[in-house]
């Protein structure tokens, strides 16, 4: 069976859906720390998740670097 663009766009559509999925179930349950756990490596590691969420959505949005 031939893949056509839209089969491939659907594909990764449910990919991104998939995933946005799982990042908010786990930033649901606070990115699987206790509050009483937290240090600065936490912060740290939840700073670099946000940079990179914040390039897609730069992207995805055209702001910041991707502005017009």
Avoid: Q
């Avoid at 600065?40 to 995805?60: N, P």
Wanted: aromatic content about 8%; overall charge negative; some cysteine.
């Amino acid at each position: 069976m031939r893949c056509t663009a839209l089969d491939a766009y659907v594909a990764k559509k449910t990919e991104i859906d998939t995933m946005l999925a799982r990042l908010k179930a786990l930033s649901d349950d606070h990115f699987n720390v206790t509050p009483d756990e937290i240090n600065w490596g936490h912060v740290g590691t939840l700073a670099h998740y946000a940079e990179l969420l914040k390039r897609i959505t730069d992207s995805a949005f055209k702001e910041g670097e991707h502005a017009e």
